[in-house]
Every structure is written in structure tokens, then in C-alpha cells.
């Protein structure tokens, strides 16, 4: 088993749609946890960053972490075509070699016209 | 958010050749910088971490002499593919982060390695 789990989609919804991305983990010692867009042929860039527990809102981003269920998710409202690409969660814990990520495999959206 | 700057973007090369990758951080001294290589559709594989001043530290099954890491400021860390082969072709990405206490990693743009 994987130590973080994520749909690779590809996820197609219509412009305008609430997109809901979500990732499962088995590492108890994660702590910190984050959301990452990729485009085609480029790098990562961080869109949500949440430690422990909770939620964390900006602007049509909200980022859900449940400890207790090892389930975070990643809303994205009224879903814009530029919101098409590749979300990667990653997540770290707080000690050991504390600076590592481990990622998901990545969800492709695809927002439609 | 932080800069970070990776360069070259594009690079094609004839097997045999070495190719240096470089990774600036713009705005902000990194202690801690990292490379990984990307396949077509898949997630990120940490390749290596480099922190200033220090030899890098790299992960199981990953030629330290095949790929020469130098992270030799706080600015500044390069990749160097050494002898390419066409195996090598990917896209490699680097990351950088400030601090241990800011524990968020800002990436490049990534570098498309093709070896002819």
C-alpha cells in the first residue's frame, strides 16, 4: 500500500462546478499538508498549505485536513477552464527527515466550456 | 509566494555529454534544496536533498556519480547529468526551501532533458 493514495482521474467537469480532489494517507506522523497545481511541462505551484487538522479557505480554494479519518480534500469553486490541470496533495511530518514530501500520484481535472 | 528560477528549460544533448541544470532561489536564501524527476503522467520521485555547504543525500537507487549535486550557496544548487544516456530523458525539477522552520517547498519550472 501506497503511503498516500489519489485518484489520477482524468476528473472532467463543466465550467462553473464545485471540483472536489482528495487524497488518503497511512502515516499517522504526517503534520503538514499541501495542495499543488502542475501544468502541462511545468513545475509545481503551491496552492494551499495546512497544518494538523482543519480547514483553510482563499479566495475559490478550501483545504480540508481530517486527521482522525487520514483524509484530506481540496474544493474548488465555480471551476474555471484555467483551473485545468494536475493536483498533487503532498504531505511531511514534523520529525525524522522532516523535510521530505511525500506525493500523490496527482488528479488530472479537466474543466470544460 | 517565493521564486524560484531553473534553467535551462529545454535541453537536448548527445548520449555521452554531461548537461548542468541549475536552481536559483530569487527572493530568499535557501537552506534546503531538492531534485526530482518527473515521468510522462506521474507523480514527482525525489531524486536528492541538498542542503548549503554539505553533501547532498540521496535516495536509494539514485547514482550519486551519475548525477553530481552542488548546492555551493544559499542561492544556488546544480544538478549535472553526467554522461547522458538516452535513459536519462525526463523532465527533472528542482525545489527549494527557506528555512527548517518554514517548512514549504517552492519548485522551478523544470528542466526537459531529451539525450539523443
Known amino acids: 500500500q501506497k503511503e498516500v493514495e489519489q485518484d489520477p482521474g482524468p476528473l472532467s467537469v463543466p465550467e462553473g462546478a464545485i471540483v472536489s480532489l482528495n487524497c488518503t494517507y497511512s502515516?499517522?506522523?504526517?503534520?503538514?499538508f499541501m495542495w499543488y497545481r502542475q501544468y502541462s511541462r511545468k513545475g509545481p505551484e503551491l496552492l494551499m498549505y495546512?497544518?494538523?487538522?482543519g480547514n483553510k479557505e482563499d479566495g475559490r480554494f478550501t483545504a480540508q485536513v481530517d486527521k482522525s479519518s487520514k483524509y484530506i480534500s481540496l474544493f474548488i469553486r465555480d471551476s474555471q477552464p484555467s483551473d485545468s490541470a494536475t493536483y498533487l496533495c503532498a504531505m511531511r511530518s514534523n520529525t525524522g527527515t522532516a523535510s521530505k514530501l511525500t506525493f500523490g500520484t496527482g488528479t488530472r481535472l479537466q474543466v470544460t466550456l | 509566494g517565493a521564486v524560484v528560477s531553473q534553467h535551462p528549460s529545454r535541453v537536448i544533448c548527445k548520449s555521452g555529454t554531461s548537461v548542468k541544470i541549475e536552481c536559483r532561489s530569487l527572493?530568499?536564501?535557501?537552506?534546503?534544496m531538492f531534485w526530482y524527476r518527473q515521468f510522462p503522467k506521474k507523480s514527482l520521485m525525489l531524486m536528492a536533498t541538498?542542503?548549503?555547504?554539505?553533501?547532498?543525500?540521496?535516495e536509494q537507487g539514485v547514482e550519486k556519480d551519475k548525477f553530481l549535486i552542488n548546492h555551493a550557496s544559499l542561492t544556488l544548487s546544480t544538478l549535472t547529468v553526467t554522461s547522458a544516456h538516452p535513459e536519462d530523458s525526463s523532465f527533472y525539477i528542482c525545489?527549494?526551501?527557506?528555512?527548517?522552520?518554514?517548512?514549504?517547498?517552492?519548485f522551478g519550472a523544470g528542466t526537459r532533458l531529451s539525450v539523443l
Open positions: 527572493d530568499f536564501q535557501a537552506t534546503t
Open positions: 525545489s527549494a526551501q527557506e528555512a527548517p522552520a518554514k517548512n514549504i517547498q517552492y
Open positions: 495546512t497544518y494538523s487538522s
Open positions: 502515516n499517522s506522523a504526517f503534520q503538514y
Open positions: 541538498s542542503n548549503e555547504g554539505s553533501k547532498a543525500t540521496y
